[in-house]
């Protein structure tokens, strides 16, 4: 077993999880090993050419890494091991966080692109297709990862989405990705305790959404927000509840940011395609959960 390879805990626990979520027989064959090659180039970073030989042709690992990120093989795993996790008391819901990274793209990644209609007499610049997770920001060719994170720093949902695009509009696409199901069956546990953010996340629209699945929600309010609704009088509405020591514990999604992106393929984007890129940050939050797990 090399350095950063699934355990035998680790790997009886995945293993479970491939059968229940619709692993195909026959022509598959060598699961362990092609995951701890995924597990190497995420990990480390590396071309998926110069993987080495212990895990077989890099071609093979390549694409089963391609298929199960298109057919949502991955996102099913991230599922089954989450519910694992609740079932045994291993998920904190009374405090999560919800925080946004920018990833810098590798210049292999900005080859996906979409000319748009050309104006005559008018010098159009190249943009990127949409559907690619992939604009513009201060930091370059950037996508962001909006997550959410729970008290333990470790994901429970996340999204991604180009790198100019804001935190608050995002709020509601990824509180509606949490869906953890029960082991004895019924509805899934969607509504955590307690929800912390920073000023980016202060708007209208998302305490309204908040208020209305019954949330708590911690986050400070904005100096021009604040000024707006006092200069509307009592239409302004009553100013929002903030407790310094519960937004102390935000710091918690901030760390599960930094051990998403220990792995390098997290940190730097060298994926051209958007659901690729969200199959590699899906390793990444499976193999944080099954670490805990088998801890």
Known sequence: MGRGDLTNEEWLRLKQHLRKCGQRGGRWESHRRVINGVLFRQRTGVPWRDLPARFGKWKTVYERHRRWSADGMWDRIFKAV????????CIDWSMVSADSTSCRAHQNTAGARKKPPRVPGRRTPRQHRPDEGLGRSRGGLTCRIHLLGEGSCRPLAFLITPGQWGDAPQLVPVMERVR?????????????????????YSSRRNRRYLRRRQIKHTNPEPKNQRANRQLRGSRGGQPTGFDTTIYKCRNEVERTINALK???????????????????????????WLRSLSG
């Open 262 to 288: 220990n792995s390098r393929a997290v940190a730097t984007r060298y994926d051209k395609r958007a659901y690729i890129f969200h199959g590699t940050v899906t390793v990444a939050a499976i193999r944080l």
């Open 82 to 89: 989450l519910a694992d996790a609740d079932a045994t008391g």
């Open 180 to 200: 953890v199901a029960r082991p004895d069956g019924g509805r899934p546990r969607t509504r955590p305790d307690h929800l912390g953010g920073d000023k980016a």
